[in-house]
T-cell receptor, first 117, second 113 residues
C-alpha cells in the first residue's frame, strides 16, 4: 500500500545512454513533482505536473523530459546522460492550492539513485 | 530572492539530550513551513507543518516547531533525542499561490549513546 513508489531504486548506466524513471502515486493527488538531490544532499525541484499538465519547469536541460500519462503517474526520461546527472531523483505528490491543511503538503517516494559512469 | 537557510550543517548530540535545529527563511509574507526528515537511503518523511494559527506546532516522533514571524524562523525541537533520530533534517517553505517547495540545505543529526 505504498503511497508514492518509484522504479527502479538504483540505476547505473554509461554516459550517452537514455534512461527512464517511473513514479506512481495511489493517494489520489492532482499534482506530482520531480526533485533532484545532489551529492551534497541539496534538494531542488525540477518539474511539477497538475492533472497531466506541466506547471513548473525549473531551468532543467531539455535532455530531461517528464511525461504524465495520467494523474497517478509521472515518468522522467533522460536523454544523453552526463556524469553530472548522477544524483538521487525523488518523485512527490500533493493536493496543492486547496483549502485546508493538506495544501502544499508533499509526499515523497523512496528515491532513485542514478549513477552515470 | 526567496530562500531558506539552515545554518547548522552538522549537529551532534547525546541520546536523551534536547535538540533544536534552526531554520530561517527570506520572504516578504508568511510562507507555509515544513520540516522533513530523511533517514539514510530513504525518502523524505513529513515531520510537521505550519500554515496558520497557533505558532507552536506538534509533529510526529515527538518533534515540535515554533514559528516566529519577527525572526522569520521555524526552529525544530525535541526535548529528548533517541538514537533512531539520527538522520538528515530539511526545512522547507512553500510560498503563497505556488506549488513549489524550496528546501534548506539540510542539517545532519548524529546521536551518540
Amino acid at each position: 500500500d505504498t503511497a508514492v513508489s518509484q522504479t527502479p531504486k538504483y540505476l547505473v548506466t554509461q554516459m550517452g545512454n537514455d534512461k527512464s524513471i517511473k513514479c506512481e502515486q495511489n493517494l489520489g493527488h492532482d499534482t506530482m513533482y520531480w526533485y533532484k538531490q545532489d551529492s551534497k544532499k541539496f534538494l531542488k525541484i525540477m518539474f511539477s505536473y497538475n492533472n497531466k499538465e506541466l506547471i513548473i519547469n525549473e531551468t532543467v536541460p531539455n535532455r530531461f523530459s517528464p511525461k504524465s500519462p495520467d494523474k497517478a503517474h509521472l515518468n522522467l526520461h533522460i536523454n544523453s546522460l552526463e556524469l553530472g546527472d548522477s544524483a538521487v531523483y525523488f518523485c512527490a505528490s500533493s493536493h496543492p492550492g486547496t483549502s485546508g491543511s493538506s495544501s502544499y503538503e508533499q509526499y515523497f517516494g523512496p528515491g532513485t539513485r542514478l549513477t552515470v559512469t | 530572492a526567496q530562500s531558506v537557510t539552515q545554518p547548522d550543517i552538522h549537529i551532534t548530540v547525546s541520546e536523551g539530550a534536547s535538540l533544536e535545529l534552526r531554520c530561517n527563511y527570506s520572504y516578504g509574507a508568511t510562507p507555509y513551513l515544513f520540516w522533513y526528515v530523511q533517514s539514510p537511503g530513504q525518502g523524505l518523511q513529513l515531520l510537521l507543518k505550519y500554515f496558520s494559527g497557533d505558532t507552536l506546532v506538534q509533529g510526529i516522533k515527538g518533534f515540535e516547531a515554533e514559528f516566529k514571524r519577527s525572526q522569520s524562523s521555524f526552529n525544530l525541537r525535541k526535548p529528548s533525542v533517541h538514537w533512531s533520530d539520527a538522520a538528515e533534517y530539511f526545512c522547507a517553505v512553500a510560498f503563497y499561490n505556488t506549488d513549489k517547495l524550496i528546501f534548506g540545505t539540510g542539517t545532519r543529526l548524529q546521536v551518540f549513546p
